[in-house]
């Protein structure tokens, strides 16, 4: 645990996503901490929260380790909204290839948003949160079933189970 050398600042809010992927791409856990300050929180596509620096780290080393090594990310879009000199909120839309759980074949592309809380301290912006979302094409919300989380559209929904349809 400790400190984890960055080489260089992210002198820009905007330059956070893309130095996430490039990161990401290189399969560096690192240089993906490196990103977030000590006590940052960053929730996965499946909700897990990690709570400091080193948990993230080592919960994306232990991914690229055993399903992410050899994938790719690139970003279609990205928005910076500042809050302040200080602070801003980062959006980033990501695609997702080369995805391979151990022993399988590579799976299909995915595709997602990723949210940055950044803040710039000493010249330097480091994300404090992170949240991480798949998207799943043509769902609208998640149902939860025997079988788990199933996506789904509201207009495939039936009318007895939206809540003050009549």
Same mark, same amino acid.
């Given at each position: 645990? *400790?400190?984890?050398? &960055?080489?260089?600042?992210?002198? =820009?809010? @905007?330059?956070?996503? &893309?130095?996430?992927?490039?990161?990401?791409?290189?399969?560096?856990?690192?240089?993906?901490?490196?990103?977030?300050? @000590?006590?940052?929180?960053?929730?996965?596509?499946?909700?897990?929260?990690?709570?400091?620096?080193?948990?993230?780290?080592?919960?994306?080393?232990?991914?690229?380790?055993?399903i992410f090594g050899d994938s790719e990310m690139t970003l279609t879009r990205t928005t910076v909204r500042r809050l302040s000199e200080q602070i801003a909120v980062v959006h980033a839309a990501w695609n997702l290839t080369g995805q391979t759980p151990?022993?399988?074949?590579?799976?299909?592309?995915?595709?997602?948003?990723?949210?940055?809380?950044?803040?710039? &301290?000493? *010249?330097?912006?480091?994300?404090?949160? $992170?949240?991480?979302?798949?998207?799943?094409?043509?769902?609208?919300?998640?149902? =939860?079933?025997?079988? *788990?989380? &199933?996506? $789904? =559209?509201?207009?495939?929904?039936? $009318?007895?189970?939206?809540? *003050?349809?009549?």
């Open positions: 645990m *400790g400190h984890v050398h &960055q080489p260089e600042p992210t002198h =820009a809010a @905007e330059d956070i996503a &893309q130095r996430f992927v490039t990161a990401w791409n290189s399969a560096d856990a690192d240089a993906l901490a490196s990103l977030f300050t @000590e006590d940052a929180d960053f929730v996965n596509v499946v909700g897990l929260w990690w709570s400091s620096r080193d948990r993230i780290r080592s919960a994306h080393e232990y991914g690229f380790r055993r151990l022993g399988e074949t590579v799976t299909a592309p995915r595709s997602g948003v990723i949210s940055f809380v950044v803040h710039q &301290q000493n *010249g330097e912006w480091l994300a404090v949160a $992170a949240q991480n979302t798949d998207r799943v094409s043509g769902a609208e919300t998640l149902i =939860a079933g025997e079988h *788990g989380m &199933q996506p $789904a =559209a509201y207009q495939t929904l039936g $009318a007895h189970n939206v809540r *003050g349809a009549k």
